[in-house]
């Protein structure tokens, strides 16, 4: 059900449409209701997640229609708008639907076009709620892909690579990459040296691990190549690392 919240200063009007008009078989319910804007829109402040659609007159004392429209907009409330307005307003209206509003319907309502208009809505507001709900899945399997990706790396850092991982979470290494980095905001191989280097800091720590051995279980091959990506990421060699931690230490 989506909650409808109903603005107009005639009474006969606001009431006939809060308690007649078919509002659960369309698969609305009402919200609410007020007799000009500014009440509506002290409402709306307190209740901005709990309304959908609001259903509001053009013409109406202390705020009228457009202003609360203004008012809806410029306070961020995402709801969908559709205003009543008599023949002389049908210019206002007009304007109206280049402010966001959804649709707008002349007075007298007629029963049948308002029942359309909000079938119309119905389907409108049910195919965003799908695309949110889709997009919020997809949000949820990239997070957890990346998730299961990095704690493959950390288990398996000294071969890891940008194609087994890839293949590890049944991606394309192209589109693993261009989605790691949406993700984390960090290059895949710059996440894997940033957890390589974490764990050579780690190991320096134990002063009977040589150097030559941390590099070889890193999965570099070359203890030179190692010493010169470790400097590059903390600023200092490894020897100078593992002093600087023994002298802190005594």
Not at 75 to 90: K, M, P, V, Y
Not at 95 to 124: C, W
Not at 175 to 196: A, C, H, N, P, W
């Amino acid at each position: 059900m989506y909650n409808v919240y109903i603005v107009d200063d005639e009474y006969e009007i606001r009431n006939g449409l809060v308690s007649f008009f078919p509002w659960e078989m369309l698969g609305f319910q009402v919200a609410g209701q007020a007799e000009n804007g500014e009440k509506a829109m002290e409402y709306l402040l307190r209740h901005r997640e709990q309304v959908d659609v609001v259903l509001a007159d053009i013409r109406m004392p202390v705020m009228d229609g457009l202003t609360l429209v203004e008012k809806i907009r410029e306070s961020g409330i995402d709801c969908q708008i559709i205003l009543l307005s008599a023949h002389s307003d049908f210019e206002y209206a007009r304007s109206a639907l280049r402010h966001g509003v959804f649709d707008y319907m002349l007075k007298p309502t007629e029963y049948k076009k308002l029942i359309t208009l909000f079938q119309r809505l119905k389907t409108y507001l049910d195919r965003n709620a799908e695309k949110a709900e889709s997009e919020e899945n997809s949000r949820a399997y990239r997070q957890s892909t990346v998730e299961l990706a990095v704690s493959y790396m950390k288990m398996n850092y000294a071969d890891a690579s940008l194609e087994s991982i890839a293949a590890y979470v049944g991606l394309s290494p192209s589109y693993f990459s261009t989605l790691f980095v949406k993700e984390t905001g960090v290059g895949f191989q710059d996440y894997l040296i940033r957890i390589k280097m974490e764990e050579a800091a780690r190991m320096l720590m134990d002063m009977n691990v040589r150097t030559y051995d941390i590099s070889e279980k890193l999965g570099y091959s070359n203890a030179k190549n190692f010493a010169r990506i470790f400097k590059k990421y903390y600023g200092i060699s490894p020897r100078e690392y593992r002093l600087g931690k023994l002298n802190h230490e005594t």
